[in-house]
């Protein structure tokens, strides 16, 4: 990076330009803020060896935003700061999507332009170190360097030393693969881009085995897992399919969150859905569920137990379903709560009402519900369950079935 000449100051505006110009030449003694107009702008910052560059609009937004991703194109590790003449929503989020950095008015004040400058120079060498670093683990075989992933060989240590460095015990870790039909068409190269361009800073992405990648994505919920999961989906593709295990890291080693990350991404390519999320294990729990074990029934167990089975299982469930759904059944209103007393999936249009509801009446048991409102016939029915066999692969073939019951029936 060279030490001169490193801030160019791109415009077709060359009174304007001068007048930036004298606000940003003391930034340091050595720096000198080489001036361009639009046709030399990419053969300037070249030869200047440019890691900051101001782009002043010109009279076609278009062309600023083209610039802008030329610039970004040439080098990723460019600094690129847009100067707008007014703050205009459409340009700087186009510019932001082309690369920008960050955004100033022209007309700001001195102090602005060097404090966002400087700014910028920080972020610019935070840039630099980090890609230097990234290249050195490359070389080191940690990351690998075809998908920018870390090598499945150092993913416990690095998630652990994340884990235990930053005392993480709240977050999700997610296993990604193609479902059955689409391992044929699957790029390990465009999943790795997909995923490194939809997570943050601080998540961790690493290859994993059988042409699987994890994710982990520390202080996420399992709602924000799924959100990541989505925007995976959306950069991949809508062409392919994407099934996820999602595992909470919540006292548990690597080990442990793989196994069951792996067990929940089974499950959903198994099942035919987008993702599972892997049940936190309750032993202690689940024991008074077990009739060879001689002990007198304390009914506010099984009470405990069912409460458990509604955060952990159904409700994550009902959630997941409404989603998937949501695009699939038009001009159907889907709603889905739980609360104390019962738990409900909803669908309704102009041509049917159904209700599942599930709901607890003590004991080891439950009773699922179903209601299709103005049938007199098998499809109202009633299903007892035990609270055993509350599992996300039962209650997801219950749900879906009674989907299918009414579509069938709001003909």
Not at 318 to 323: A, I, N, V
Not at 373 to 385: V, Y
Request: charged letters at 30%; a negative charge; one cysteine or more.
């Amino acid at each position: 990076m060279n030490s001169k000449n490193s801030i160019v100051l791109i415009s077709d505006d060359k009174n304007l330009s001068e007048n930036i110009a004298s606000k940003l030449v003391f930034l340091r003694n050595n720096d000198e803020v080489l001036i361009s107009d639009y046709k030399e702008a990419v053969n300037s910052v070249k030869l200047a060896q440019a890691s900051i560059v101001l782009v002043h609009e010109t009279n076609s937004k278009s062309k600023t935003v083209e610039l802008i991703d030329e610039l970004r194109k040439e080098d990723v590790n460019l600094c690129i700061i847009l100067l707008a003449d007014s703050v205009c929503a459409d340009l700087i989020l186009n510019a932001y999507d082309a690369g920008a950095d960050d955004y100033a008015l022209s007309s700001a004040e001195n102090y602005e332009l060097v404090i966002r400058t400087v700014h910028n120079i920080k972020h610019s060498s935070a840039k630099f170190k980090a890609l230097r670093n990234q290249k050195l683990l490359e070389q080191l075989n940690v990351i690998d360097d075809m998908t920018g992933l870390y090598n499945y060989k150092y993913a416990q240590q690095v998630i652990e030393n994340e884990i235990d460095d930053n005392l993480l015990d709240d977050g999700a870790f997610m296993s990604l693969a193609p479902d059955e039909e689409s391992k044929t068409a699957f790029s390990i190269e465009k999943m790795a881009s997909a995923v490194l361009t939809s997570i943050r800073a601080h998540d961790i992405a690493v290859l994993g085995k059988g042409a699987k990648v994890y994710v982990l994505m520390p202080k996420t919920d399992i709602n924000g897992s799924i959100t990541v999961l989505n925007k995976i989906k959306e950069a991949y593709g809508a062409d392919f399919r994407i099934c996820a295990g999602i595992s909470s890291i919540a006292h548990k080693n690597f080990n442990e969150m793989e196994h069951d990350a792996l067990r929940a991404l089974s499950e959903a390519v198994s099942t035919n859905v987008d993702y599972v999320v892997a049940s936190d294990k309750e032993d202690t729990l689940d024991e008074w569920l077990d009739d060879s074990v001689e002990m007198p029934k304390n009914y506010k167990i099984f009470r405990q137990i069912f409460n458990k089975k509604m955060e952990k299982v159904i409700a994550p469930v009902f959630f997941r379903l409404q989603k998937a759904y949501e695009e699939k059944l038009f001009d159907t209103k889907i709603e889905q709560y739980t609360d104390a007393e019962q738990c409900v999936f909803h669908l309704k249009n102009q041509n049917q009402d159904s209700t599942l509801r599930i709901v607890y009446p003590g004991f080891a048991k439950i009773i699922v519900y179903i209601t299709h409102e103005g049938l007199d016939s098998p499809e109202n029915r009633e299903i007892q369950l035990a609270l055993t066999k509350i599992s996300q692969k039962e209650l997801v073939k219950i749900v879906e079935d009674f989907i299918k019951e009414f579509k069938y029936t709001a003909v």
